[in-house]
């Protein structure tokens, strides 16, 4: 069965600090691999998606940037953090074709301070 | 971005009662899918639904794909303490084939014993 594995679960960064995010699925291949970002309470907003190995969409522009360096690995990373990108950041993966569902992992906790 | 409308914001009902939350927009989808979100973790997948009029069970739940492909309904039955979270709901919109979720705003559940 598939699987999707992010970490850290939790992060405290400092203002202006860097960020790596990373995110790996298990069990099948050439999938579609999404970032998001949800503010408290809030619903999910589409940081960035990949169909492939090196094929980044991004939906926002942001402080952020996504890289797919294989099949089955998204990461996602900051140059300089800003208070602003504290939220609960959730990887993705669904099947390589249309119209599938997507899969969550359980998510990374960042608080900048 | 594009967002579903769903209603309502939030619910707080009584143990052994039944729930019914739905979602709409403008535009017709391709699929519509339910999650469910505990404090923490990532979403998880409920119900898929491919087809317009499609009705489908998974235990308590039922969902349905309206027949305009504009809408969704999300049914739980008896209530329990465990089904307390988050309820999103989600869908390709069919306007063009895309690997793209839009979400609803969420439905916060709270039951009381």
């Known amino acids: 069965s598939q699987t999707i594995h992010q970490w850290p679960a939790t992060l405290v960064q400092p203002v202006g600090s860097p960020l790596s995010l990373e995110c790996t699925v298990e069990?099948?291949?050439?999938?579609?691999l999404y970032w998001y970002r949800q503010a408290a309470g809030r619903g999910l907003q589409l940081l960035f998606y990949?169909?492939?190995?090196?094929?980044i969409s991004s939906e926002v522009p942001q402080n952020l940037s996504a890289s797919r360096p294989q099949d089955r690995q998204f990461i996602l990373s900051s140059k300089k953090l800003l208070l602003s990108d504290s939220g609960f950041y959730l990887c993705?993966?669904?099947?390589?074709?249309?119209?599938?569902?997507?899969?969550f992992g359980d998510g990374t906790r960042l608080s900048i301070l | 971005g594009q967002q579903l409308n769903q209603s309502p914001q939030s619910m707080f009902i009584q143990e052994g009662e039944d729930v019914s939350m739905n979602c709409t927009s403008s535009?017709?989808?391709?699929?519509w899918l339910w999650y469910k979100q505990d404090p923490g973790e990532g979403p998880v997948l409920l119900i898929a639904l491919y087809k317009a009029g499609e009705l489908t069970s998974n235990g308590r739940l039922t969902a349905q794909f309206g027949i305009t492909r504009k809408d969704s309904f999300l049914n739980i039955s008896a209530s329990i303490p465990s089904d307390v979270g988050i309820y999103f709901c989600?869908?390709?919109?069919?306007?063009?084939?895309?690997?793209?979720?839009?979400f609803g705003t969420g439905t916060r559940l709270q039951v009381f014993p």
């Open positions: 535009s017709i989808f391709n699929t």
């Open positions: 069990g099948t291949s050439n999938p579609n």
């Open positions: 993705a993966w669904s099947g390589g074709t249309f119209n599938q569902p997507q899969h």
């Open positions: 989600a869908g390709h919109t069919g306007s063009y084939n895309t690997d793209k979720l839009i």
């Open positions: 990949s169909v492939g190995i090196g094929q």
